[in-house]
């Protein structure tokens, strides 16, 4: 009841605040800054807003960008991957996001499309320039070469990325040597079946701890669950034990020690964890990263552990933590290469097959399948 | 063609009109774009209030039972600790030789400090630190990162299956087919 009145109140103040505030405004052509460096890959041949429009609320602005482009490969390569960097602006908060395509295969002189939808709240009185910068980060080709500033480690997940899509595009081309199309159609049926019953969590994650007063929490108390870790034998990374804080639906402080069992130095490490409710139900979690100058010497052991607040949900219910688990993710050696899971490493593990999604080569195939038929598939395949 | 007017609007997104009116602004909504636009636009922000006012799963007849006990307890260590019995005379904030204006005082502001936490208890705001710190989460549409009264958000709309990644250093990651190139898409914000 209170809530419902509460709810009222508010959309009616929201609603005499727009009649009095709100100026509806398309944006104009100077809003959005395309930034792409003079001896980049690829060249921008059309930009339209759509129904793009910013909106004057109060103090703060609020811009509904909606970009569609068109970029030309202008590079002598295959391009297999493009990430570009949006930003408010250089200087504002709020968050810095990406746009990575990946699963691309554009030939030079080709042209592709990219969609870029994003909403932004910013105060109104902000000093002048472009609303939105978007720029470009990075371009993976062919043959794993890459080009851009990688402000975002646009390398590494663009070449972990194109390494998967490499995976899994050789195991669909063994199965259709071994069974023909029959086995091609009921690998990406079985992909299209986990796609729908795989779970999904909700998240939230806050910078540090959220709770900073005794009485909050003493209300939630906090236990320090150890994970159970899924190792893989081919991995250059050996886990040896991890915990992390646990209070309701609430993790912080994840922390996993490992070792480098590989004859190369580390410089990324990424581990995946695995949340599972009360009822024994499994959810994939997300990624718990290394970061800043990590480097792990050939045999060296160290802790990756970050100290953000992650909260989960699923169905709209916070989502009450049982118990965790991780596996090795994606490592990145000094030397620039990249090692992910193999197919052996998934298949093997009934925790993994329950949890993870079709990988995006996967749910690419799949939808090629879904849209052109088996025929199509089978020559797509063929062009790799 | 008459309009209806921004409150009967945001009372309709909010499913809070009567019957009658309900109808009448939905006839009206099947033939109006403008209108049909405004509503969606309400819709976004009732969206938006929920999180706005989120707050963590607390047991708030627990906390304010606590508060009251430790109140009691307090006073009963007051009792104990009084070396005799004086009888309250004269005001009630002024007692002879200022003792029994002392107690009355410090009861008078239990009860204030009582009467106050009950009403932050009944009418929580959002915790400041939890509102004020950095965060990213997904949302109906996309993934949205905050930072003080600036947001940054990454929609999929019109995506039919996205698959949601959380990086615990503070990224928040979307994968979805986008409806309009026909391309798999990787969005994601990152906590500054």
Redesign the interface.
Known sequence: MYS?T???V???A???A??VLAQDAPLANNSVNINLPADSPVALLGISTGSSRATARG??LLLDLNL?LTLRNISANRIHGVTLR???QEV?????????????NIGPGEA????????????AQMAGGPLVQVNLDGVLFQDLSFYGPDQ?HSRRIMTASEMEAQRDRAAFKRLLAQGGNPALKDAIVKILVR??S?P?????????H????A??AA??PARQEQFALVEFPDSPIQLMKGSAVVS???ARS?AIEVRNRSNKAVKYVELG?VLTDPAGRAY??????S?GAFSLPAGGATEVR?E?T?SFSANGQ?FSIQRVSGFVNQVEFADGQVWVPNRRNIDDSPLLQQVL?PS?EE??LA?LYV?KGIAALVEELKKY | MRHPN??T???H??R?LGPFRRWTTARHLAHCQACREEVAR?DE??EQ?PRL?EL????WN??AA?IKANVRLGLAAGECVRPAEMPLRGGLLVGRGGVAGWRAAVAFATVVLLVGGCMVLERPWP?A??QA??????TAD?I??????????????GAQ?V??????????GA?Y??P?????????????
């Open positions: 419902k509460k709810n009222r508010a959309i009616l929201l609603a005499g727009a009649a103090p703060a569609s949006v930003v408010s504002a908060l709020g968050g810095v996001g990406s746009v990575f395509q990946p699963g691309l592709f499309p990219v969609h870029i939808s994003t909403k932004l709240m910013r105060p975002l796609q729908d795989i999904q969590l909700e998240g939230r994650i806050v910078r540090g959220t709770v900073t007063n009485a909050l209300a939630t309701g639906n609430e994840p964890w994939m979690a997300g990624s718990l990263p970061t970050q953000n992650l916070p999604p995006v749910e690419r939808n849209n | 921004r409150a609007l945001a009372l997104a909010g809070d309400f922000m009732r209030l006012a963590p799963d607390i047991p627990r906390l606590e915790v630190v939890a710190a950095s965060s990213v989460q997904s996309g949205q990162g905050q930072t003080g009264g600036q947001m940054l958000g990454l929609m999929n709309r299956r698959t949601y990644t959380l990086g615990a250093e503070g990224s928040m994968r087919t986008d309009e190139t026909g391309y798999v898409t990787i969005n994601t914000v990152y906590v500054q």
